[in-house]
């Protein structure tokens, strides 16, 4: 049975009555937004977890020194401005004044220090930034100062970066902490504070608006930049792994956004009642972009053939049509996008470099597998059940990989389990793994400082690990870039080193529409999903 026909009854109102409902005293309802996230944030700590629901959780709590317009340009945010000395190499930032973290101190510099090594020792990009500064320092409470060895005209790229881990300024006793132990508590000076004892694990997480929030003083709200105004007192998020529940809950007005409805439901809220009080919106521009994930240190993926036949048999319009169907929206009938490559299609990073790889030939791909003495070699492919565009993708994947001649053990967990499972580097009969699908937003892929997984730095890389000296090389290559057109050599070139490295593998793009009551305003485009600047109507 379809979900639409059960929710035409009476079961999927009954799920929705069934919600759990907070006992202690609620602002009035018109003043709480009620959100569903698309998954469960688990470890809430901004630098160590890279899921994008955690960033999406800092988003309400903390702030940046920088915010990123819809035109991805850096723009002051908690900084009011800063100067550039010695050419490039000294640069000095003035914090905007009144700025208060939720537990009342006051923002200083000594904070931003602090939350920049930190950062700096997680985030990729942040990783090239440290190994160019010389010294920090707190030249008052509210002007800091980086000294750097080498220029890094990206500065502002890296302090107003979207992309998981953000940088988010900490008051200086939490970012203190060693980055590889995790932060259990939220204390951040953006426009909502979490409450941390009505944090359910699980089932659900609450912020209060921050009434000691100050806004940056004018411009217009875009994406993550310009004015952050909190319009409602209360945000509620509600974890409903299942979807015909939250549809349910959506119609009958017990939530008010969900962040990512299923395809088979757009019908649902487009036709008749749902239409009128449902509204279904892209807010991400820059869509979804679908990859599968080779263990490059174990078997059958050690082996650079056995993973390039892997790219002759790909049809990405296969892995898409599985994960986000056939049915469009209006103003985009097709949501399903293929002929992707290693950066995002509109990135100025973009290239068409290597793309006639990508044969859609199980047949050319069974050949390519036995000339390589891997036909018929165990394949430990990890499935999280518990997403539905990763267990769809990963159940095409697990099809096309026994048609070319794998032995296939499926491994079907929730997401927390495989992300525990893939830190593991043992060989297959220890535990280990040989591959997982999941996606990253198209603005991860935007060019090489926010894209984890093309990198090729062995051991310190994202689980896979793979080892290419030469990506790393065109990676600094683009870091050095003095202009645009040498930036585009560089990741042209990163494109050609990845279709024949195959640090992973391509599997298309869709672009994920979100579901809200129509009485909500002024939601913001981009990413990630944002909660200020909307309103109730």
Known sequence: MLRRDILAGGAGLAAAAALPRFAIAQPARNRVLRYVPHANPGNIDP?????????????????????????????????????????????????????KFHDGSAVRGRDCIASIRRWGRRDAFGQVLMSR????????????????????????????????????VLPERLANVDPFTNITEAVGSGPYRFVQNEWVPGSSLAYTRNPDYVPVPNGTPSMTAGPKVAHFDRVEWRIIPDHST????????????????????????LRGAAARNIGVDIINNTGLIGIFRPNHATE???NPAVRRAVLTAINQMDFMTAVIGQTGIEGRPDLRREGIGYFAPES????TVGLDRLRKSVEAARTELQAAGAMGARLVLLNATDLSSINAATLVGA????????????????????????????PLDQGGWSGFFTFWSGVDHWNPASHASIRGHGANAWPGWPEIPAMEAQRDAWFDAPNDAAALAATTEMQRIAFDEVPYVPTGMYYQPTAFRRSLTGMLKGQPPLFWNIRRA
């Open 246 to 269: 939250a549809a349910a809950a959506l119609q009958s007005g017990e939530i008010d956004w969900w962040e990512q409805p299923t395809a088979d439901l757009f019908p649902l809220f």
């Open 133 to 168: 500064v010389a010294e920090m320092t707190e030249e008052s409470d509210r002007v800091f100062s980086i000294r750097l060895e080498k220029p890094f005209p990206k500065m502002l790229e890296a302090f107003s970066k979207v992309t998981t881990s953000c940088l988010f």
């Open 348 to 351: 100025p990073s973009a290239s």
């Open 300 to 302: 059958p993926f050690n």
């Open 399 to 426: 099809d096309l990989f026994r048609r070319m001649g794998f032995n296939v053990d499926l491994v079907s967990t929730d997401w927390g389990t495989l992300v525990a499972r893939r830190a593991s580097r043992n």
């Open 47 to 99: 630098f160590t977890n890279t899921a994008f629901v955690a960033r999406d959780h800092a988003m309400l709590v903390y702030d940046q020194l920088y915010g990123m317009d819809e035109q991805f340009r850096p723009q002051p945010q908690m900084v009011q401005g800063h100067v550039v000395e010695n050419d490039g190499l000294l640069w000095r930032f003035t914090l905007r004044e009144g700025l």
